[in-house]
């Protein structure tokens, strides 16, 4: 987004809230301008006019707060909880044999709850009951826990973005691949301690002694 969009948003926000009187206009824009870089300003001007339409607080939004309408507006659709279990639970019925096969299928963010295929094999392997209620709870609370995280992960810059992402991959390669990962190898010093001189001479004098 352009500085001149930047200075349009703040005279929209100015205009709508009345009560909303930058100390610093300029030093308020180069901020915004700076925080809201990475957005285009049609996507920003959509987020300020959802938060303006919903709002009933009558308090000017933050940063984070139009951010947060315009990854709700932008960010691709995401099966729900249960939609996301249905997924996996089709899987697991063909999880033993064809683990790899199925997880494969699966959508990114549900595969990043599931965690690896070796895990959808351990759940396919439980009885019926177990898997409706154990295995079933245990998912569900991981799928909350990476869908909270992605779309957090979604608000922040860039190069964060792009650093996690490589993390994750190379996280995601030594789960699947864990032989490929080599231990450190590791040495063992083995330290001698010398003989006393006294005592090799009295063992010199019993060798000679037997040969006698």
Known sequence: MKRE???NIIRIIVNSYPNYRPADMSDTVDVWH???SEYT???ILAALKAYILSDTSGFAPSIGQLVDKAQKLNAPEEPNEMEAWELVSRALRNGYYGAAKEFEKLPPIVQRAVVSPSQLRNWS????ESIESVVQSNFLRNYRI???RAKEVAKMPAEIRRELANNAVKLTDRQRHPQTVKEPEVRIERKTIPMPSGYMEL???ELSAGRE
């Open 34 to 36: 700076m925080m809201l």
């Open 146 to 148: 990476v869908l909270n």
């Open 125 to 128: 392997q439980a009885d019926m």
């Open 5 to 7: 969009e930047t200075v």
């Open 203 to 205: 063992l010199k004098k």
């Open 41 to 43: 300003a049609e996507q």
